[in-house]
Structure formats: structure tokens, C-alpha cells
């Protein structure tokens, strides 16, 4: 597949590292195992009277009344009836989810940023939803997706073709609190958290996912394949097409893989662009 790339679409490549590449492009030897968002501390937003106003997209009053450590905090059953809630209404539950031990450590749920709402209760209306891995420990302080070096590299690449995480997007995490240490997410917190994202999925109606990183296509596919032979082609997720890439930490890692990425990208511009 070509893609005619305008000057600033070339100008945003530059910014990824990216030479424009020919299919004869040399590849790279992919590392085994995870990689996850390492960054240096981004500073939280001062605290301030007119806080609630500077809250990312997604955010609700009552995400930030959940926010902050509970070491003592009681299990309780994941609530019910998540398939049948509004976007205000689901954001709530996520924020008051205690179903696995994450609650216990986390500083904020991280539901997700994007497109904002038409009206209250609507999801937001957008034609990419972007599905990472589990939010960093940036992002358990801020209570949004991608804020650190992975977050400025995403941002590059979604600009890189004409979209914005505030405008068309939206993106959320396959698990909605940090792990402690940023580990591994264990298979129950994935499990506990599927129910949240498949309605994300549902409300928002996308016309392409793209899921980054190995536990996002855990989470979406529920398969265990490397990514590596995963991407390359057009899945589906409760028939919406889902295309496979890497993680933008993994790429900041591994700048190598940044073409492969790029490709990945041009897919899903191919799925988004077919009628219906």
C-alpha cells in the first residue's frame, strides 16, 4: 500500500525519526518481552481553585473524588449492569471500581482522553479509538493516557496523519489503574477491566482500533500471538476493524521499528477510509 504523503505530513515523520521508506526497507530483529512506558516524572497540573476546569477529557467529578491510595480499601463485585450504561454513567463506575487489588494503589483511574462529548451522557463520536496497555505511573498522577515520552511520540504520530487526541480521537488503556511498579497486569485485573472497555468500544463506535502493545491486543483479541505476527492486517472487535502495532514506548526503545509502525498506520487510515 503507498501512501502520497503532503509536506507536513512528511515534516511530522522527520519529527518521528522516520526516513520515508520504500517496502525495501531494511527491518529489525523485534526484542522479546514487555515493554512499558519508563519516562521521566511529568509534573501534575498546581493544585488550584479552578482545578476541576483544567481536568483531562474523560474525567468526571466523581473520577476526582475517587482519586488517591487506599491500603485498607474491601474488594467488592465489579458493578453490574455495565452493558447497559451511558458514557457519564460508566465513567463513574470505573471510578469507583474496588473488583481487583489495584484499587488499593492507585492514585486515579484512568478512564481515558479524547473528543469531547456532544451532551452529557453521550460518548464522544470519533473515528479512532486508540487502546493502550495500563496506565504509567504519569498517568495514575494525572488521570490520562499517554502523558510522558510514549504520550509526545503518540502525539506525533496521530498528527502525523492529520488527527489530535483532543479532535476524532479518543484514547483509553486495556487496564484502568496503574499495577504497582508498573509490572505486568495479571490476567484477573485484565479480566475485571474487559467489561469496562468492550462498552467503551460499544459507545463510542469507532470506525478503526488501534491497539498498541501486547496486552491491549490481549485484552481486545484474546490471543497471545507476538505482535509482530499480528500486525499486518485488518482485524475485527465486535465488527469494528482493529489494527495491530507497537507500543510507542517500545518504539522509543527500538526507533528501528518506527517504519513498521508508520505502515501500521497507513493500514488503518485504509480502514477508515473504506465506506460503511
Known amino acids: 500500500m503507498t501512501l502520497e504523503l503532503d509536506r507536513r505530513q512528511r515534516a511530522m515523520l522527520a519529527e518521528m525519526n522516520i526516513q520515508v521508506w520504500s517496502p525495501e526497507a531494511p527491518s529489525f530483529p523485534v526484542p522479546s518481552g514487555r515493554v512499558r512506558e519508563a519516562d521521566a516524572p511529568v509534573p501534575a ?41 451511558d458514557w457519564d454513567s460508566l465513567q463513574a ?15 486515579n483511574t484512568v478512564f481515558g ?46 498528527q502525523a496523519i492529520g488527527q489530535d487526541r483532543r479532535r476524532n480521537v479518543y484514547i483509553a488503556n486495556a ?17 475485571q477491566c474487559e467489561p469496562y472497555l468492550r462498552r467503551q468500544v460499544e459507545l463510542l463506535r469507532p470506525r478503526v482500533i488501534l491497539a498498541m502493545g501486547r496486552f491491549a491486543v ?11 505476527r499480528l500486525r499486518g492486517r485488518v482485524h475485527q472487535y465486535q465488527g469494528v476493524p482493529l489494527v495491530v502495532t507497537y507500543h510507542p514506548a517500545y518504539l522509543l526503545r527500538s526507533p528501528g521499528e518506527k517504519a513498521k509502525a508508520w505502515a501500521d498506520l497507513c493500514l488503518a487510515m485504509a480502514a477508515v477510509a473504506r465506506p460503511g
Open 45 to 85: 497540573p498546581p493544585a488550584s481553585a479552578g482545578a476541576a476546569s483544567q481536568a483531562p477529557v474523560g474525567r468526571s467529578p466523581s473520577a476526582a473524588a475517587a482519586a488517591g491510595p487506599r491500603p485498607g480499601a474491601t474488594l467488592q463485585p465489579r458493578p453490574s449492569g455495565i452493558e447497559t450504561m
Open 175 to 191: 487496564l484502568k489503574c496503574r499495577p504497582p511498579g508498573n509490572r505486568n497486569p495479571e490476567p484477573e485485573e485484565l479480566a
Open 113 to 158: 482522553v479524547g473528543q469531547p462529548p456532544a451532551a452529557p451522557g453521550d460518548a464522544p463520536r470519533v473515528d479512532w479509538l486508540v487502546v493502550g496497555e495500563a496506565p504509567g505511573e504519569n498517568e495514575d498522577l494525572r488521570g490520562e493516557p499517554f502523558v510522558g515520552q510514549a504520550g509526545k511520540l503518540l502525539d506525533k504520530m496521530l
Open 93 to 107: 463506575a470505573v471510578a469507583g471500581c474496588f473488583a481487583c487489588k489495584l484499587c488499593t494503589s492507585r492514585k
Open 218 to 228: 490481549q485484552a481486545l483479541l484474546a490471543s497471545t500471538e507476538p505482535i509482530g
